[in-house]
């Protein structure tokens, strides 16, 4: 399952090299918190992001674990909150650049986007949650100052919402269109297993 938008230039067979970065946005144990989010669209989520990680981790790319804190009084994502702790697959590892942001964008507030070209990386392969929100805007972000773009759909995962008529949308559905948004114009739209089996 490899969608190829037009202006993608991430090949997969050297994204674990050092010009690349794998992106993990917001994998924080608020994610899973059923009652707050409902149940997201991605079961093997979890499965998906560890092997990601075993793959990098035994390569020379970089990795980058993006976290949100939020400013909203209550949310799950404040400082502080246990929401707010990374989920143990995506647990940081010393050495692996932690990018702290209070928007949907890693690139803003950030000095994501100076240690990315300081340190020569102009790919970055996206997984996270959740794909329509902070996932896409971080993919989007990036197309538009100049980096190639992966985002691995088996490796990220959406909520359900409602439509602008008040009719449930399904969480599914809502990860399908996504993707289909992202792989149209910003982004190459991977697997897991794509991606792994490169190497």
């Excluded at 959406?158 to 993707?179: K, N, Y």
Aim: aromatic residues 6%; negative net charge; proline residues 3%.
């Amino acid at each position: 399952m490899v969608r190829q938008s037009s202006n993608a230039r991430l090949r997969l067979y050297d994204a674990r090299d050092d010009a690349a970065a794998l992106l993990l946005i917001d994998l924080q144990k608020a994610v899973d918190d059923v009652d707050h989010n409902g149940i997201h669209s991605n079961p093997v989520l979890d499965d998906r992001v560890d092997e990601l990680l075993r793959c990098w981790r035994g390569g020379n790319g970089h990795i980058v674990h993006v976290r949100h804190f939020s400013h909203t009084p209550g949310s799950l994502y404040r400082s502080g909150h246990a929401g707010a702790e990374f989920k143990a697959s995506a647990m940081p590892l010393a050495g692996e650049r932690i990018v702290t942001k209070h928007v949907e964008s890693p690139f803003i507030g950030t000095d994501l986007d100076i240690w990315l070209r300081r340190h020569g990386i102009s790919r970055l392969v996206v997984a996270g949650v959740s794909t329509g929100h902070a996932v896409s805007t971080a993919a989007r972000h990036a197309h538009c100052l100049d980096f190639g773009v992966v985002v691995v759909a088996d490796a990220c995962a959406s909520f359900a919402i409602d439509d602008l008529d008040g009719q449930p949308l399904a969480a599914e559905d809502v990860q399908r269109f996504s993707l289909a948004l992202l792989g149209s114009h910003y982004a190459r739209i991977s697997s897991t297993q794509e991606v792994v089996q490169q190497f």
